[in-house]
T-cell receptor, first 115, second 115 residues
Framework: DQQVKQNSPSLSVQEGRISILNCDYT??????FLWYKKYPAEGPTFLIS?????DKNEDGRFTVFLNKSAKHLSLHIVPSQPGDSAVYFC??????????????FGSGTQLTVLP | EPEVTQTPSHQVTQMGQEVILRCVPI?????FYWYRQILGQKVEFLVS????????KSEIFDDQFSVERPDGSNFTLKIRSTKLEDSAMYFC?????????????FGSGTQLSVL
């Protein structure tokens, strides 16, 4: 199942710089997208989301961009901090269809922010 | 901050044995979920539960799996006869209300090892 893809398994960034995590999807029925962060030995934690009617959503240091025509979204973290080091999952949902509950996850990107 | 709690954190069982994974969702939440992540693979949806019945389930959730909310606080996942391929991290999640921007809160997971 490759409906949501995160092609970079890992990313390293210097503290204070921008982190950009990418996600691609193939299912055009997805209309709501979320980013989750996961630390070792913990469950995924909701970070930020965006609906398909928007192209940008911002929350503090975190901004998600959605390019529907390219079926691509990205998460920008600026400035990056060492505490941001975690696995970041992109997830998508088809709200407008009957299967509104389930999330389809990407494989995750391990972000390491170097001090 | 309220959180979803899961017990046990680790469960080791013999193939063919029954296991019950337990979860206490956030108290005012109404929708409950089980997801799992096999080592090295994506987080996968198993089942969603609302109003004391399954609202959605994936192909993974076959007759060997069942869910129950035996009282007002616990939400359990039972695997009747475990297989080696059931070894995974199992995450419980809950949400307050359904809807377009529904946010799932995940527990820390139960690592199930089937020997």
């Amino acid at each position: 199942d490759q409906q949501v893809k995160q092609n970079s398994p890992s990313l390293s960034v210097q503290e204070g710089r921008i982190s950009i995590l990418n996600c691609d999807y193939t299912n055009s029925m997805f209309d709501y997208f979320l980013w989750y962060k996961k630390y070792p030995a913990e469950g995924p934690t909701f970070l930020i989301s965006i609906s398909s009617i928007k192209d940008k959503n911002e929350d503090g240091r975190f901004t998600v961009f959605l390019n529907k025509s390219a079926k691509h979204l990205s998460l920008h973290i600026v400035p990056s901090q060492p505490g941001d080091s975690a696995v970041y999952f992109c997830a998508a949902r088809r709200v407008s269809s009957g299967s509104a509950r389930q999330l389809t996850f990407g494989s995750g990107t391990q972000l390491t922010v170097l001090p | 901050e309220p959180e979803v709690t899961q017990t046990p954190s680790h469960q080791v069982t013999q193939m063919g044995q029954e296991v019950i994974l337990r979860c206490v969702p956030i108290s005012n939440h109404l929708y409950f979920y089980w997801y799992r992540q096999i080592l090295g693979q994506k987080v996968e949806f198993l089942v969603s539960f609302y109003n004391n019945e399954i609202s959605e389930k994936s192909e993974i959730f076959d007759d060997q799996f069942s869910v129950e909310r035996p009282d007002g606080s616990n939400f359990t996942l039972k695997i009747r006869s475990t297989k080696l391929e059931d070894s995974a991290m199992y995450f419980c999640a809950s949400s307050e209300v359904p809807g377009y921007n529904e946010k799932l809160f995940f527990g820390s997971g139960t690592q199930l090892s089937v020997l």
